[in-house]
């Protein structure tokens, strides 16, 4: 008897043609041929062999410059299987499959091709029988990608994967997202946690947009309000060559951090493609050297002032060393200077960098070849974003170019935009080719015009890399809103860039199957719970009172936890002889847990005694609760306050609700005996925190902004504030 699971699909054959072929459904869509004698249970797994031949493989031929070994890769899936699955299997190397192990192994590397027949050292095969499964890839990079499908195949198909065998390459070389992280910086850590994201979709490539300023039209103001609008360089060098160009070291990457970040998400697959952004975009530098700027548009460098190339080079020069990238981009975007002017930059950068480092660069398409140019060289790739810049195919492609997919059918603008989605217009990838109406490809430049695509198969086309920009800056958004607008865009594009055909009716599902198993990750900030009440602290409970009379004392005691769920926190707050807790600067409550995510409803019975400005009330991984005096939350480095304040020596009801992309907060005075009014009770007037975003310089825009609940420590050596806690309680309903 055959049983076929249930995500295991038959394609209709061909009309014309004998074979059947046939997939499983991922993300991407992965092509398997099942024997149909069977399924193997990931959870007979007993170990996972790594071929001791290859362990210390690594693929040279990817982007990367620090390609992880296939022993690296291993490590990591074996993590990612005890995570995800809770499969703790026994890591080893040997000389073939033992029985019931996951084989990781490399094949022919000739066998993988791309759209344009090129050998990819991506590819892999996938073999599963009743002895296990094995993974052979054209690389370990290969092998990686063929971790992500048993990953995700044992999410989707309740642990069995079919017998049978199936041959996997993606169609395209750079397939990824681009984030602006200069017009609103981004930690190190959460930029790893998006490649961990990716990469369980199989993207390899994030590009990180390093400097830039507000505003494109500076016209606008005056010289002198110019040289004060936002505008940041990302990268820290303690270099005397560049002292004040970077502004604040607490928002800029340190070489340390930078590699860590390179290292972390090449572990899984992805390269950081960094961008440092002139002639165009560079009031960052403008403001660190106003000398080279265009005297009509300060935002924009004067290619022929002297000294402005060399300023260029020395940058660049500090941070080579730095990029483990095989190419490098320098931006080149939205220029009214002399293109010729503009092409001998490139070409003259494109020649140092080459120099320097032995890189090739990449430019955003700007001014097409013409006859009447001395054009931008061939061997400097192209990123298209908007035909009124360039037409990829008639501009670039048919002359040689090397184009890689960036159109703005995909943009995004975090928070608000006049002309682009805050979130990826993620039905575009179903519907996308004019030649078809149906799925996107990274070949697909123009959406509507099929005449201005190039074949599927035209080697010129270099992937796909989708943009979001931060237009407002850093007080539109906390960090985290840059995950929501790409979290269903990076799945859905990841099939499409892969060169996947998932239709609508099957990402959908697949996609909220496989979310919460997203390895390396946790960019929801969800918390494991029983049911919705996550955390429940109350110094009235018995539990409490009989753990401190135990101690004998008020140090390093245990708060129960009355949810069920076992979050216990610890204090060395005393008791009072109500049994609250009384908190101060120079003792601590604190949970086992950080931050939530949406949606949460965090209620606390409070008396503030005494605050000082700018108090503490609560703090977390992502926020603080605070009274500035007014109440307000700190997030992402920006402050966003509330009109209302806690009245002081008086019990309150405070509590913070985060409820889709919005946050509220209420204050309702109460006493000591009345309990926390129930979640979603309606007495109180809930308040919404909002981000100003100044558009153009001429208007403003109050725009809701989605914080995390800070849930990790009340009181504290920088908290200000003395006074007592009675009750705390996290609910995930909002
Ligand atoms: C399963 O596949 C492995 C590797 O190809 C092979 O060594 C093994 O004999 C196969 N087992 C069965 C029962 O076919
Ligand atoms: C650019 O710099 C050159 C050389 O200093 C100068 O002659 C020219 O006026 C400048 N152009 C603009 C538009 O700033
Ligand atoms: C790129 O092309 C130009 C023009 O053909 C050539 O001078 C330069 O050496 C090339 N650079 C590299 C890195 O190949
Ligand atoms: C592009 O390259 C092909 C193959 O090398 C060559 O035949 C063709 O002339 C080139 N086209 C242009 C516009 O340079
Ligand atoms: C906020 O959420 C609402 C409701 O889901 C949605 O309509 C709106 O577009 C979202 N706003 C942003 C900026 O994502
Ligand atoms: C970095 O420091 C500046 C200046 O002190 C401060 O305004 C900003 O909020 C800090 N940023 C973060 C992310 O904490
Ligand atoms: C605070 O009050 C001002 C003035 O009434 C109002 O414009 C603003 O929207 C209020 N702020 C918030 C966050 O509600
Ligand atoms: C604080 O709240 C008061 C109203 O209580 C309001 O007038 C004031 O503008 C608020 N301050 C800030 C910085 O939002
Ligand atoms: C956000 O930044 C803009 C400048 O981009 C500024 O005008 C506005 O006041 C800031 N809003 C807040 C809430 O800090």
């Given at each position: 008897m055959v049983v076929l699971h249930t995500t295991?699909?038959?394609?209709?054959?061909?009309?014309?043609?004998?074979?059947?072929?046939?997939?499983?459904?991922?993300?991407?869509?992965?092509?398997?041929?099942?024997?149909?004698?069977?399924?193997?249970?990931?959870?007979?797994?007993?170990?996972?062999?790594?071929?001791?031949?290859?362990?210390?493989?690594?693929?040279?031929?990817g982007e990367t410059l620090i390609p992880p070994s296939l022993q690296d890769f291993a490590k990591t899936f074996a993590a990612d299987l005890s995570s995800t699955l809770g499969l703790d299997l026994s890591v080893s190397n040997g000389n073939g499959a033992s029985p019931d192990s996951i084989y990781l192994t490399l094949g022919d590397p000739s066998k993988y091709v791309d759209v344009a027949g090129a050998q990819t050292a991506e590819g892999y095969?996938?073999?599963?029988?009743?002895?296990?499964?094995?993974?052979?890839?054209?690389?370990?990079?290969?092998?990686?990608?063929?971790?992500?499908?048993?990953?995700?195949?044992?999410?989707?198909?309740?642990?069995?994967?079919?017998?049978?065998?199936?041959?996997?390459?993606?169609?395209?070389?750079?397939?990824?997202?681009?984030?602006?992280?200069?017009?609103?910086?981004?930690?190190?850590?959460f930029i790893i946690e998006l490649c961990s994201y990716m990469s369980f979709f199989k993207q390899n490539i994030f590009q990180l947009h390093l400097s830039d300023n507000l505003y494109n039209n500076v016209n606008l103001y005056s010289r002198e309000r110019s040289l004060q609008l936002g505008a940041w360089f990302r990268l820290w060098s303690d270099s005397e060559d560049l002292a004040g160009l970077a502004k604040n070291k607490n928002e800029s990457y340190t070489k340390d951090q930078f590699e860590e970040m390179q290292s972390a998400c090449v572990s899984r697959g992805v390269t950081i493609i960094p961008e440092i952004e002139a002639p165009g975009h560079s009031l960052a530098i403008v403001q660190w050297k106003p000398e080279l700027a265009l005297s009509t548009d300060l935002s924009q460098l004067n290619i022929t002032y002297p000294d402005t190339i060399p300023t260029m080079k020395t940058i660049w020069s500090?941070?080579?060393?730095?990029?483990?990238?095989?190419?490098?981009?320098?931006?080149?975007?939205?220029?009214?200077?002399?293109?010729?002017?503009?092409?001998?930059?490139?070409?003259?950068?494109?020649?140092?960098?080459?120099?320097?480092?032995?890189?090739?660069?990449?430019?955003?398409?700007?001014?097409?070849?013409?006859?009447?140019?001395?054009?931008?060289?061939?061997?400097?790739?192209?990123?298209?974003?908007?035909?009124?810049?360039?037409?990829?195919?008639?501009?670039?492609?048919?002359?040689?170019?090397?184009?890689?997919?960036?159109?703005?059918?995909?943009?995004?603008?975090?928070?608000?935009?006049?002309?682009?989605?805050?979130?990826?217009?993620?039905?575009?990838?179903?519907?996308?080719?004019?030649?078809?109406?149906?799925?996107?490809?990274?070949?697909?430049?123009?959406?509507?015009?099929?005449?201005?695509?190039?074949?599927?198969?035209?080697?010129?086309?270099?992937?796909?890399?989708?943009?979001?920009?931060?237009?407002?800056?850093?007080?539109?958004?906390?960090?985290?809103?840059?995950?929501y607008a790409w979290k269903d865009g990076i799945p859905a594009l990841g099939d499409k860039q892969w060169g996947g055909d998932l239709s609508s009716a099957e990402f959908a599902p697949a996609f909220s199957a496989l979310l919460p198993f997203a390895p390396g990750q946790n960019l929801d900030r969800a918390i494991p719970s029983a049911g919705s009440t996550v955390f429940e602290y109350s110094s009235d409970s018995?539990?409490?009172?009989?753990?401190?009379?135990?101690?004998?004392?008020w140090t390093d005691a245990a708060v129960a936890d009355r949810s069920g769920n076992g979050y216990d926190a610890a204090t060395?707050?005393?008791?009072?002889?109500?049994?609250?807790?009384?908190?101060?600067?120079?003792?601590?409550?604190?949970?086992?847990?950080?931050?939530?995510?949406?949606?949460?409803?965090?209620?606390?019975?409070?008396?503030?005694?005494?605050?000082?400005?700018?108090?503490?009330?609560?703090?977390?991984?992502?926020?603080?609760?605070?009274?500035?005096?007014?109440?307000?939350?700190?997030?992402?480095?920006?402050?966003?306050?509330?009109?209302?304040t806690i009245p002081v020596g008086q019990w309150v009801h405070l509590s913070l609700v985060g409820r889709g992309n919005q946050t509220f907060a209420s204050v309702q005075e109460t006493s000591l005996d009345e309990p926390l009014p129930e979640v979603g009770s309606t007495a109180a007037t809930e308040e919404e925190f909002l981000a100003i975003l100044g558009v153009n310089g001429q208007s403003f825009v109050w725009a809701p902004i989605a914080v995390e609940a800070p849930i990790k420590q009340l009181g504290g050596a920088d908290s200000g504030w003395t006074g007592e806690l009675a009750a705390m309680r996290l609910s995930s309903e909002a």
């Amino acid at each position: 008897m055959v049983v076929l699971h249930t995500t295991y699909v038959w394609l209709a054959a061909l009309s014309n043609v004998a074979l059947v072929t046939s997939r499983l459904v991922g993300i991407p869509v992965v092509p398997f041929t099942a024997s149909g004698d069977g399924v193997y249970s990931v959870t007979s797994l007993k170990a996972l062999v790594v071929d001791s031949k290859f362990a210390e493989s690594r693929d040279e031929t990817g982007e990367t410059l620090i390609p992880p070994s296939l022993q690296d890769f291993a490590k990591t899936f074996a993590a990612d299987l005890s995570s995800t699955l809770g499969l703790d299997l026994s890591v080893s190397n040997g000389n073939g499959a033992s029985p019931d192990s996951i084989y990781l192994t490399l094949g022919d590397p000739s066998k993988y091709v791309d759209v344009a027949g090129a050998q990819t050292a991506e590819g892999y095969t996938l073999s599963v029988n009743s002895s296990g499964i094995v993974i052979s890839g054209a690389s370990p990079l290969g092998v990686w990608w063929g971790t992500r499908t048993v990953l995700q195949q044992a999410v989707l198909s309740d642990s069995s994967l079919p017998y049978g065998e199936g041959d996997d390459a993606p169609g395209w070389r750079n397939r990824g997202m681009m984030l602006d992280g200069a017009r609103h910086y981004y930690p190190p850590e959460f930029i790893i946690e998006l490649c961990s994201y990716m990469s369980f979709f199989k993207q390899n490539i994030f590009q990180l947009h390093l400097s830039d300023n507000l505003y494109n039209n500076v016209n606008l103001y005056s010289r002198e309000r110019s040289l004060q609008l936002g505008a940041w360089f990302r990268l820290w060098s303690d270099s005397e060559d560049l002292a004040g160009l970077a502004k604040n070291k607490n928002e800029s990457y340190t070489k340390d951090q930078f590699e860590e970040m390179q290292s972390a998400c090449v572990s899984r697959g992805v390269t950081i493609i960094p961008e440092i952004e002139a002639p165009g975009h560079s009031l960052a530098i403008v403001q660190w050297k106003p000398e080279l700027a265009l005297s009509t548009d300060l935002s924009q460098l004067n290619i022929t002032y002297p000294d402005t190339i060399p300023t260029m080079k020395t940058i660049w020069s500090t941070f080579l060393p730095w990029f483990q990238s095989k190419t490098v981009h320098i931006g080149a975007d939205e220029y009214t200077g002399d293109p010729n002017e503009y092409n001998r930059f490139v070409n003259e950068m494109s020649g140092y960098i080459y120099q320097e480092s032995g890189k090739a660069i990449r430019i955003w398409g700007t001014f097409p070849p013409k006859p009447e140019y001395d054009n931008v060289d061939r061997n400097v790739s192209i990123q298209h974003w908007e035909f009124f810049e360039d037409d990829p195919y008639h501009d670039y492609i048919l002359n040689n170019y090397s184009v890689l997919n960036s159109d703005d059918t995909f943009y995004t603008v975090n928070k608000w935009s006049g002309s682009y989605p805050q979130v990826v217009n993620v039905a575009r990838t179903f519907n996308g080719d004019p030649a078809t109406g149906g799925i996107w490809q990274p070949h697909v430049f123009d959406t509507h015009v099929a005449a201005n695509n190039p074949e599927r198969s035209n080697a010129f086309v270099l992937g796909a890399v989708t943009p979001l920009w931060n237009d407002y800056g850093a007080n539109a958004t906390v960090y985290s809103e840059a995950y929501y607008a790409w979290k269903d865009g990076i799945p859905a594009l990841g099939d499409k860039q892969w060169g996947g055909d998932l239709s609508s009716a099957e990402f959908a599902p697949a996609f909220s199957a496989l979310l919460p198993f997203a390895p390396g990750q946790n960019l929801d900030r969800a918390i494991p719970s029983a049911g919705s009440t996550v955390f429940e602290y109350s110094s009235d409970s018995a539990v409490t009172r009989e753990h401190f009379a135990a101690l004998g004392s008020w140090t390093d005691a245990a708060v129960a936890d009355r949810s069920g769920n076992g979050y216990d926190a610890a204090t060395d707050c005393p008791l009072t002889p109500e049994s609250t807790l009384s908190i101060s600067p120079s003792c601590t409550f604190e949970t086992p847990l950080s931050s939530k995510g949406r949606d949460y409803t965090l209620s606390l019975k409070l008396k503030v005694d005494e605050a000082s400005m700018d108090a503490v009330l609560l703090s977390g991984g992502d926020s603080s609760l605070m009274l500035t005096p007014n109440l307000s939350l700190f997030a992402s480095g920006n402050y966003y306050r509330l009109n209302s304040t806690i009245p002081v020596g008086q019990w309150v009801h405070l509590s913070l609700v985060g409820r889709g992309n919005q946050t509220f907060a209420s204050v309702q005075e109460t006493s000591l005996d009345e309990p926390l009014p129930e979640v979603g009770s309606t007495a109180a007037t809930e308040e919404e925190f909002l981000a100003i975003l100044g558009v153009n310089g001429q208007s403003f825009v109050w725009a809701p902004i989605a914080v995390e609940a800070p849930i990790k420590q009340l009181g504290g050596a920088d908290s200000g504030w003395t006074g007592e806690l009675a009750a705390m309680r996290l609910s995930s309903e909002a």
